[in-house]
């Protein structure tokens, strides 16, 4: 077998492989199979509670700005950012690590400070490794605990709906960093 075969068979390996490592085949055939079966599942119900770190300045850069109003507004309003945020068991960075938060915010409300929110939690650890949850939400900043609506999924979360109570942990008004304490529950089958 010459060396472009050998590499195409062992690419072929991997990708069959892939889905294993993440405990659900995705493969389109199976998904069908998964839907074909649907009306024999019962919904369950899946709670987590972890913390989002949205570092905007210094080390460990999580969040971008990418696109920012002219004038600059104080409110935030026009800014989009990009974030690859870590997901954490605990309030520290140095907590281990569930995932991460995948996604743009944008401030979408005059005069207050309120982000449209699009996240992927893209689980990276445990029994849901290789499985998101979405969230497309209104997040109201001045109010002390906001409702982001869980509004579908993949892996173990097909077909997830659900809701992620946030609140702000801790905020740097100098640098603009911020944790966010997150309480999230599911429906999924």
């Keep these: ?15 069959i492989a892939m ?16 839907f074909e ?14 913390y989002l770190h949205d570092t905007v300045n210094g080390t460990g850069i999580t969040s971008v700005i990418v696109a920012q109003p002219n004038p600059k507004l104080p409110n935030q309003f026009g800014q989009i950012n990009v974030v690859d945020d870590p997901l954490t068991i605990g309030p520290g960075l140095n907590s281990p690590i569930l995932g ?32 998101t949850l979405s969230v497309l939400a209104r997040d109201s900043q001045p109010q002390k605990y906001r409702e982001l609506p869980i509004v ?9 709906r659900g809701i992620a109570t946030a609140q702000t942990y801790s905020f740097n008004t100098a640098t603009l960093n911020a944790v ?6 599911v429906i999924h089958y």
């Design 1 to 15: 077998m010459g060396a472009v075969a050998t590499i195409l068979v062992l690419c072929s390996m991997v990708m």
């Design 37 to 50: 079966e649907l009306g024999q599942m019962k919904e369950k119900v899946t709670k987590f509670h972890f």
């Design 152 to 160: 579908g999924g993949s892996g173990v979360f097909r077909l997830a």
């Design 100 to 131: 991460r938060a995948q996604g743009i915010y944008l401030g979408a409300a005059l005069p207050e400070v309120d982000f449209l929110t699009s996240w992927s939690f893209v689980f990276t650890s445990g029994e849901y490794n290789g499985s």
């Design 180 to 185: 966010l304490e997150l309480h999230v529950i």
């Design 19 to 34: 889905p294993m490592v993440h405990g659900i085949d995705e493969s389109p055939e199976a998904v069908e199979k998964w």
